[in-house]
């Protein structure tokens, strides 16, 4: 941040009174802007055995499958931005089941809930963001073109659950590892 979005000035990073944290302080107006991690929102779209994936037309990781998630809006649940991301992604139409994942991913500032959720019919198509859109069986999903980490960790919970008969909340978190490393660690808290 460079300036302050309620007078324009430029802005300085110290702590405010009161506070333990160095935030964005405009020094002209007092403005004290915090800065807080995004929610992202999602579903395991499911339609018999199989769910639904998309191929991400967008960067970041533009040509890998993803699940069908995105930024929460302001004014809306987690639930009801999970289905709009669905529909703007697959343009599929969901019931949103259960909260299956929570994860915090404190590296890049972003808490990713993702939702099992039933599809209610197979019209399903790909949205701006998606290249394709298709449904996998455990069997076919393309392990070696996720897009995330936070999405192959998802889905391997997810299917040893659906092994064992019972789908039951993951709480964790995930944090990239220190170096020019693509490895990360993944701590579950609840399993």
């Not at 000035?9 to 004290?32: H, K, L, M, N, Y």
């Not at 809006?73 to 703007?88: K, L």
Request: overall charge negative; proline content about 7%; charged content about 30%.
């Amino acid at each position: 941040m460079k300036f302050c979005s309620a007078c324009g000035a430029p802005v300085e990073r110290r702590i405010p009174a009161g506070d333990e944290r160095e935030r964005f302080v405009c020094p002209s107006c007092d403005t004290i802007h915090y800065q807080n991690p995004n929610i992202v929102t999602g579903c395991i779209p499911e339609w018999e055995d199989r769910i639904l994936l998309c191929r991400r037309a967008i960067e970041p990781r533009r040509g890998l499958w993803t699940l069908p998630a995105g930024f929460m809006e302001n004014g809306e649940s987690t639930q009801q931005g999970a289905a709009r991301e669905t529909w703007e992604e697959a343009r599929a139409r969901v019931e949103v089941i259960e909260l299956y994942s929570l994860f915090n991913l404190p590296h890049i500032d972003q808490v990713y809930l993702l939702f099992r959720a039933r599809m209610l019919d197979t019209d399903f198509g790909p949205g701006p963001e998606s290249l394709e859109v298709a449904l996998f069986r455990e069997d076919q999903i393309p392990w070696d073109e996720l897009a995330f980490p936070v999405v192959a960790k998802t889905l391997k919970l997810y299917f040893a659950d659906r092994h064992a008969g019972a789908y039951r909340l993951k709480l964790g978190d995930i944090e990239r590892l220190p170096g020019e490393t693509r490895d990360y660690r993944f701590t579950l808290m609840q399993a």
